[in-house]
């Protein structure tokens, strides 16, 4: 350990507790507590606020796996960090160096962004270690700001980045751009609020660390799923404090009705494989922290396993490991007030020793936290290990991100045969994934898009990844996009291809406003925004990934379409409350008809349904109650390349809503005949009220 100074004098240490972990502010100093069960030695380091040394300070007192100490004259402001001593034998899971500052493992805050050096890592790593600093967490002032509490029914999804989305947004002061602060902003808070989405699910906030190869390329981890800390929001989107910093944006947030969804990564961790830096968990508790291979039938240190693909897989199924997890999204439910959660790559967080399990110790702990189980809890319902891919397999109180929906869209609209029938399945809420009898009818997360692929624009401008700016020869991400580029690759004057361009992108925004389950915008497709061909901006702190707010006619005009979808879906209950008279999960009397007619306006027919030639279908969703008050709407969705004429229901006195052949996908009126022309690539939607 370093020698203290001679102002370890100030100090005096007292036994304290070994509950709660991490650094707890007190009248007369702090307590710390610590788990390092295989350390020899732990100690303290006191920084002042220009991050020099006072003085190490070790912790003498331990109770089971648990170092702790209460340092008295430990002052509000002052930060630390963490040295632990013990045996370095990697090849038995231990990774003890004195020489190597450690980030605690509960941090609340931290006073800097934690950024790779190779210089400063060497030797002594304290110059590159960010420093924790304690904190009070009852002092904020919400403003009577609460939780919005949207029902899963009226959720609508929107996938943000805090810089990208307010980087370069004019109305907001400099200083604040790409920050908490500027997206508490009213300039974005209003836009939220007028666009009409009720959550904001932001990108990784939680501090993090590019990779030691990123930034050899001068790249960085941009999108942030590369964490170090699992508590503590990151200074790099903050201008002077994060932890308050965070809990404003939050605030002003929730006082416009808007809910915060934390995309959170606990599914592995910046300290990568075995030959990885040491960091934080490493350094003090290697061997419960993550999974390693198994021979004959002992752990194999020296194979870290890779469910992440990133180096390491966090292991759940060790009780400390996952009680840190649990305390972690405590906090941010109870402390920082966020809504709800998406999990990156959550089956790593069900795995046990035998594989994925839908009732997995950490599933079932979130379920019964009664803390926790009044949040929002999204999975993205896979990883890269064996048995990873696990759609429709979380219990019956997550939400799930529907890839299967994604690419039967893509596929329909792309005009592929054969994909009507399960255009229709998606379009229902995916009930053969998520069945009736155990799922609610909003359990699909239905995405076009996502932040790890092409935005809207680009899935209907390029058929090829262009990711040459991430320096890997267009290798990375993915390569089967199913996109379509209309006749040209890339941007181009064409009046024909951009128009068709234009209504697909109204046609993908259409079909996933109108289909059953959560619907989840990315940031900036609502303006067609483009990431110049680049379908994995993963390392893109550059206008590649930053939302340009300088709009085009062209880019008004979806905006515009995408506000009215909203309100059409918010507006209409029989599109986002709805149960089919045939599901078994509701038993009330919110019930549905669906008919699905073929052009003629008769019932689709099984030939019709399995016809690969078969490209349009119309959707007339009727209250199951007769009642005249009742609005019934038809969606009419056409994916040929030539215009359908449509018999309309007689029924009832139709009026058009929607339709996307309109530059801004627009269109009202009362509609005279029991005919209606619908264009190619068109989706409609009509109301009407039964004639009586």
Not at 80 to 97: T, V
Request: proline share 4%; charged share 25%.
């Amino acid at each position: 350990m370093k020698k203290a100074n001679s102002l370890k004098a100030s100090f005096s240490v007292g036994i304290g507790t070994s509950y709660p972990l991490g650094a707890t502010l007190t009248e007369t100093g702090c307590n710390f507590a610590v788990r390092a069960p295989d350390a020899t030695q732990l100690a303290i380091c006191l920084y002042d606020d220009q991050e020099r040394e006072i003085c190490c300070i070790p912790l003498e007192h331990r109770s089971g796996d648990v170092w702790h100490g209460h340092i008295a004259g430990f002052t509000q402001g002052m930060m630390y960090g963490i040295r632990s001593k013990g045996e370095y034998k990697p090849e038995q899971g231990l990774y003890f160096d004195a020489n190597k500052l450690l980030i605690d493992p509960y941090a609340k805050s931290l006073n800097r962004p934690l950024n790779w050096s190779n210089r400063l890592y060497e030797g002594d790593s304290q110059a590159m270690i960010p420093k924790a600093i304690p904190v009070k967490g009852d002092d904020f002032d919400w403003q009577g700001a609460e939780k919005p509490q949207i029902a899963d029914a009226d959720m609508i999804l929107y996938e943000a980045h805090v810089k990208g989305f307010t980087y370069l947004l004019d109305e907001m002061p400099k200083d604040i751009r790409g920050t908490y602060l500027g997206l508490a902003h009213p300039g974005a808070v209003n836009y939220l609020k007028e666009l009409g989405v009720t959550s904001i699910q932001l990108l990784p906030v939680s501090t993090f660390m590019s990779e030691a190869w990123l930034v050899d390329r001068k790249l960085c981890n941009y999108w942030g799923y590369n964490p170090i800390n699992f508590f503590a929001p990151d200074p790099r989107y903050a201008v002077n404090n994060a932890y308050d910093e965070f809990k404003v944006m939050v605030r002003e947030l929730h006082k416009a009705g808007i809910e915060v969804i934390l995309d959170v990564v606990f599914n592995h961790t910046a300290e990568s494989g075995g030959d990885g830096p040491i960091l934080s968990f490493r350094g003090l508790d290697n061997r419960s922290s993550y999974w390693f291979a198994q021979h004959e039938h002992k752990p194999d240190y020296n194979h870290y396993l890779n469910h992440s693909g990133c180096g390491n897989a966090v292991n759940l199924d060790n009780p400390d490991t996952l009680a840190l997890v649990l305390d972690a999204l405590r906090h941010w439910a109870e402390e920082m007030q966020v809504d709800g959660f998406r999990f990156d790559l959550a089956v790593t967080l069900g795995r046990e020793p035998d594989g994925f399990k839908s009732n997995g110790a950490f599933l079932k702990a979130v379920y019964q936290d009664p803390i926790l189980r009044h949040c929002k809890f999204i999975a993205e319902p896979w990883d890269v290990g064996l048995g990873g891919y696990q759609l429709g397999q979380f219990p019956n109180n997550w939400l799930e991100c529907n890839d299967r929906y994604r690419d039967s869209m893509r596929s329909f609209w792309r005009g592929d045969a054969g994909y009507l029938a399960d255009f229709a399945t998606r379009l229902m809420g995916s009930r053969d994934i998520f069945h009736g009898n155990r799922r609610h009818p909003h359990a699909s997360v239905n995405f076009i898009t996502y932040h790890d692929g092409f935005t809207l624009h680009d899935l209907v401008t390029y058929e090829q990844r262009h990711n040459e700016a991430n320096q890997e020869n267009s290798r990375d991400g993915h390569g089967h996009n199913i996109s379509a580029n209309y006749g040209i690759e890339g941007e181009t004057t064409d009046r024909t291809i951009n128009k068709i361009r234009r209504k697909q992108q109204r046609n993908f925004i259409a079909s996933m406003m109108l289909s059953r389950g959560v619907p989840h915008l990315l940031a900036g497709d609502e303006i067609s925004r483009t990431q110049k061909g680049n379908n994995n901006a993963y390392c893109q702190d550059s206008d590649i990934s930053w939302i340009d707010w300088d709009l085009s006619t062209p880019q008004l005009d979806q905006l515009k379409f995408v506000k009215q979808l909203i309100n059409l879906r918010k507006s209409h209950a029989i599109l986002n409350r709805h149960c089919v008279q045939d599901d078994p999960f509701y038993q009330g009397n919110d019930r549905v008809n669906v008919d699905w007619l073929a052009p003629t306006g008769r019932a689709m027919t099984h030939a019709e349904w399995h016809d690969p030639a078969t490209q349009a279908v119309a959707t007339w969703l009727k209250p199951a109650q007769a009642d005249a008050s009742e609005q019934h709407l038809l969606l009419i969705f056409n994916a040929s390349q030539a215009s359908q004429e449509f018999t309309l229901p007689a029924s009832c006195r139709w009026q058009v809503l929607i339709d996307t052949d309109a530059e801004d996908g627009i269109k009202n009126g009362r509609i005279r005949s029991n005919r209606y022309i619908v264009q190619e690539r068109s989706t409609v939607v009509l109301s009407g009220r039964p004639i009586s």
